[in-house]
């Protein structure tokens, strides 16, 4: 990953690396590593990752339905 710093804008650099770091997933991945989950937990959470990207997936359907976005 790279990142031009451009006259001198390290404020502008920085924002956009991190803003890439978050669009791959980096630091949630990190989130996730600062401690042992048990795997009855991991399959929890994963549940309910699966289930708020259904409702969002729903909520952007109906939305596209009546031409909002």
Avoid: C, T, W
């Amino acid at each position: 990953m790279e990142v031009k710093v451009i006259n001198n804008q390290i404020e502008s650099a920085m924002q956009k690396l991190k803003r890439q770091l978050i669009r791959e997933g980096l630091f949630k991945d990190l989130k996730k590593r600062r401690y042992y989950a048990k795997p009855s937990v991991k399959a929890k959470l994963k549940r309910e990752e699966a289930e708020k990207a259904k409702h969002k997936d729903r909520k952007r359907a109906v939305a596209r339905g009546k031409n909002i976005l």
